[in-house]
């Protein structure tokens, strides 16, 4: 019954690697602008630096941003979102307008702020 | 500097919410039809009891989900989403796009398979 087997290979793979920690949160940032790492770190917030590591790392495999290192002292590393990754903003949209539509509604002992939210240290 | 601050707390909600191992597969699942817990274990496939109840419960906890208990013998528990929780088939769809147009590039080693899949056991 195919109405009964709801995923492909395909959706299964791409909902596996959205649904890792910080991911969506890494993308987000990364569909803003190319960043340094420390600007990756300081907007996502609260994340360690190894685990931002990992998840660039599994992103960089995937071909969804490139790194690319320039020849400064220090050497200076930029992530940039390729046009796979780029891509990925039909996904962060759609999660982004579900937050807005239902997550505002009162839920008990929730607190919301406001968009745009306030400076991550 | 608001540009340099791309995340409400809206959106780190739902991204949270949506990046937890699993969750957009018994979403997709959910988005066929209500089902029962068995059904939803077969056709994510894999996944442990354990894992697969404190999901459904987080979800339930989030308005996404609702639990009915029917009255017979034995008795029959059937998960049905919310309004809240069909309101992620934008999420669900755009990851699904993304997958499709995406994913099938050639890339090493990778076997992909048609949708739609092999029978999960």
Redo the contacts between chains.
């Keep these: 019954m195919?109405?009964?087997?709801?995923?492909?290979?395909?959706?299964?793979?791409?909902?596996?690697l959205?649904?890792?920690?910080?991911?969506?949160?890494i993308l987000?940032?990364l569909?803003?602008r190319p960043c340094h790492y420390s600007e990756i770190a300081r907007?996502v917030g609260n994340i360690s630096d190894r685990i931002l590591s990992i998840r660039l790392k599994e992103l960089e495999e995937q071909?969804i941003i490139q790194r690319t290192a320039f020849d400064d002292i220090p050497v200076r590393i930029e992530y940039t979102l390729t046009a796979?990754g780029e891509?990925?903003n039909?996904?962060i949209?759609?999660?982004?307008?579900?937050?807005?539509?239902?997550?505002?509604?009162p839920?008990e002992g929730a607190t919301?702020?406001?968009?745009?939210?306030q400076?991550?240290s």
């Excluded at 195919?2 to 596996?16: G, H, I, K, L, W």
């Design positions: 195919v109405e009964d087997e709801p995923m492909c290979t395909y959706y299964r793979q791409s909902a596996n959205i649904s890792r920690r910080w991911t969506p949160l987000k940032v569909l803003l907007m071909k796979k891509a990925l039909e996904v949209d759609a999660i982004e307008r579900w937050g807005t539509e239902w997550l505002p509604e839920e919301q702020q406001a968009c745009p939210p400076k991550i």
